[in-house]
């Protein structure tokens, strides 16, 4: 139940394409929603959030798209370039407990030129 | 830079070897947590702690340890090391209630390799 699985392991996608990677979540509990951001050789940073009050987020080329009852949330990024080329990790956490991550094995998003 | 340090970048040591990572949080930040980065298991939760408390315990082994000292800095005590053990280890640190404000924010992580 602490499980968050995401998918693609590995997304290539030409530049000005767009990017799907999906999690999907069982634990009802959680109600916190990231999307991290990795480049090799650096820690993973914080890319977009989500609560489960709205469906949608965006920032700039970045969406979430969340559907609590299917326990399903995503990230779209429009018009991807190849400077996005990165590790996506998805996570999920409870904002009540210890606010400790459960995160997505990863997926490896390349942009080709 | 993030804020958050983390010593040192490359570990190379031994079997049966025990070594100390050792972190320091974001200026004004009280909680640290742990992460174990590998190939296969992506990025497991090990340990948090709050402003020098034990918060939460994920799936830390019995070998390793942590503690958060006054000034707030952490370190990470892995003994009899395994080659299995070799993988990147990552802290973060956030502010209270960091999830209303912005999350965590990981360091760069230290590359253990066991050998």
């Known amino acids: 139940q602490q499980q968050v699985k995401q998918s693609p392991q590995s997304l290539i996608v030409q530049k000005g394409g767009i990017s799907i990677i999906n999690c999907a979540y069982e634990?009802?509990?959680?109600?916190?929603f990231p999307w991290y951001q990795q480049f090799p050789g650096k820690g993973p940073a914080l890319l977009i959030a989500i609560r489960p009050d709205v469906s949608e987020k965006k920032e700039g080329r970045f969406t979430i798209s969340f559907n609590k009852s299917a326990k399903q949330f995503s990230l779209h990024i429009m018009d991807s370039q190849p400077g996005d080329s990165a590790t996506y990790f998805c996570?999920?956490?409870?904002?009540?407990?210890?606010?400790?991550?459960?995160f997505g094995k990863g997926t490896k998003l390349t942009v080709n030129p | 830079d993030s804020g958050v340090t983390q010593t040192p970048k490359h570990l190379i040591t031994a079997t049966g070897q025990r070594v100390t990572l050792r972190c320091s949080p974001r200026?004004?930040?009280?909680?640290v947590y742990w992460y174990q980065q590998s190939l296969d298991q992506g990025l497991q939760f090990l340990i948090q702690?709050?402003?020098?408390?034990?918060?939460a315990k994920g799936n830390i082994l019995e070998r390793f340890s942590a503690q958060q000292f006054p000034d707030l800095h952490s370190e990470l005590n892995l003994s009899s090391l395994e080659l299995g053990d070799s993988a990147l280890y990552f802290c973060?640190?956030?502010?209270?209630?960091?999830?209303?404000?912005?999350?965590?924010?990981f360091g760069s992580g230290t590359r253990l390799t066991v050998v």
């Open positions: 973060a640190s956030s502010p209270r209630n960091s999830l209303r404000t912005g999350g965590y924010t």
């Open positions: 634990n009802t509990a959680f109600d916190y």
């Open positions: 996570a999920a956490s409870f904002q009540g407990g210890s606010e400790k991550l459960v």
């Open positions: 200026s004004g930040d009280l909680s």
């Open positions: 702690y709050y402003n020098g408390e034990e918060r």
